[in-house]
């Protein structure tokens, strides 16, 4: 389905001219505003296992998809263009409020960087923009050039902040550009940006017949390497529909590794159901991440409905602190108190040395280094972390959770985010 939405803000005054510029004042036609959780590789390659095609920018197809707290873009474009991805949190307008966030990849001089800001529209005299290093920091970005073009691939994580969509049905403002080059002064504040209202989602169908409908039973929609994973999918319609086959497939880097079914569709029953149940082993050695469960349902004339489900398969042992958005330091420093299970996602027992490192300055008070045996599928041990915070300490900072298995070593970065001391009342 083709739609194009968009949210302006006009911001109640004259505007600047448009054209060359204002390269994001033009709508883009976006293929699908439900955006399906997939996670890509960065390695510079764009795959069709690995991008949800968005939309076209100067003749450059682009790329954009998300997971929770996670936004990733793509394309190729020239050497004299960068990807820009722009989000608008709550979908109210790019010149309106402080929730619009601007990241481009660039490349010059032979490399490629990071560079993201905030428009700061809060202000009536006018919008301004605002740095936001602790999104370059998260950040993680791959490039490979060829001739005059180049590949790039950028995903923006949410360091600590909330700001990035979590949740499956959140809707936001995006749009997804191939750019001319700006350099360091960028494009003006003061220029209202075409964004395109999209949603998160983990299921997606296209080109539904009329009167066809599909559901999903997942008893375990996150696991491990090593684990089974099951999915039923579930058809509503009648045979006078016509389908006459489906094929199922996993669909990411390494698809090849878990099981395809082809087969005639399944016969309605007389209460409209038809049923197809996939299983498949995830391979131990499974790269972390979304990856997205296809079913492709053809009927007789050859018309083809595309049925995708985001599933997530998890890093062996997996750490799940419990993060708040965000928290206010005191002029004392700050006693910060991290709740965290450590757990086993394979059918595996595995222990190992648990660890923390916190950024300079900051100290572990409790929970710090410990032995832990985890004892097969989904066992998990509960520790409580103690830091403390230095006063003045602001912004947003990670923290590496490590386990050491002896043959193999697991480690995860999560980001806290601090905020400034509240002054003294008076």
């Known amino acids: 389905m083709w739609t194009m939405l968009t949210a302006l803000s006009l911001a109640g005054a004259a505007l600047p001219a448009q054209g060359d510029s204002n390269p994001f004042g033009a709508a883009l036609t976006v293929l699908e505003t439900e955006r399906i959780a997939l996670s890509p590789v960065l390695d510079g390659k764009l795959s069709e296992d690995e991008w949800d095609a968005f939309a076209t920018s100067n003749g ?11 936004l990733h873009a793509a394309a190729t474009l020239a050497t004299t263009q960068e990807l820009v991805l722009s989000l608008d949190r709550s979908g109210n307008g790019w010149l309106v409020g402080r929730d619009n966030l601007e990241v481009r990849l660039r490349y010059e001089d032979g490399k490629a960087s990071v560079h993201a800001r905030w428009l700061d529209a809060t202000d009536p005299a006018g919008p301004k923009w605002v740095s936001a290093p602790e999104f370059e920091a998260a950040a993680s970005f791959a490039w490979q050039v060829t001739g005059s073009s ?22 936001y403002g995006i749009r997804v550009d191939a750019a001319p080059s700006s350099g360091a002064g960028g494009t003006a504040a003061f220029l209202p940006r075409a964004v395109a209202m999209v949603s998160a989602g983990t299921q997606r169908a296209t080109n539904e017949p009329a009167g066809f409908r599909w559901l999903t039973d997942v008893p375990w929609p996150t696991l491990g390497p090593g684990s089974q ?21 996993v669909l990411s880097a390494g698809s090849e590794d878990y099981a395809a079914v082809s087969s005639p569709f399944p016969r309605f029953d007389n209460k409209g159901r038809s ?18 469960l296809v079913a492709t349902v053809t009927d007789k004339s050859g018309q083809k409905t595309i049925c995708r489900l985001a599933f997530r398969v998890l890093p062996a042992v997996y750490f799940d602190p419990v993060l708040d958005g965000g928290v206010r330091n005191k ?28 950024p300079a300055g900051w100290s572990i ?21 103690i830091l403390n915070v230095p006063a003045g300490a602001k912004g947003s900072f990670p923290i590496t959770f490590t386990f ?5 070593k697991y480690e995860q970065v999560e980001w806290v985010a601090v905020g400034e001391a509240l002054p003294k009342k008076k």
């Open 229 to 249: 994973w099951k999915a039923r999918l579930s058809f509503r319609g009648n045979n006078e529909l016509g389908l006459d086959k489906v094929d199922v497939r």
């Open 60 to 70: 450059s197809q682009t790329y954009f998809q998300w997971e929770p707290e996670h």
């Open 275 to 292: 049923f197809i149940d996939y299983s498949s082993p995830i391979p131990r050695g499974a790269r972390p991440g979304y990856r997205n």
């Open 331 to 358: 002029d004392t420093g700050l006693r910060l108190r991290l709740p965290i299970h450590v757990s086993n996602r394979t059918p595996e027992k595995i222990a190992g040395q648990y660890s923390v490192a916190v």
């Open 150 to 171: 180049w590949n790039a691939e950028l995903s923006v994580r949410d360091p600590g902040t909330q700001a990035l969509p979590k949740f499956p049905g959140t809707k």
């Open 365 to 385: 008070e409790e929970g710090g280094d410990r032995n832990i045996t985890l004892k097969g599928f989904n066992s998990d041990a509960r520790r409580v972390l």
């Open 404 to 408: 050491d298995a002896g043959n193999r």
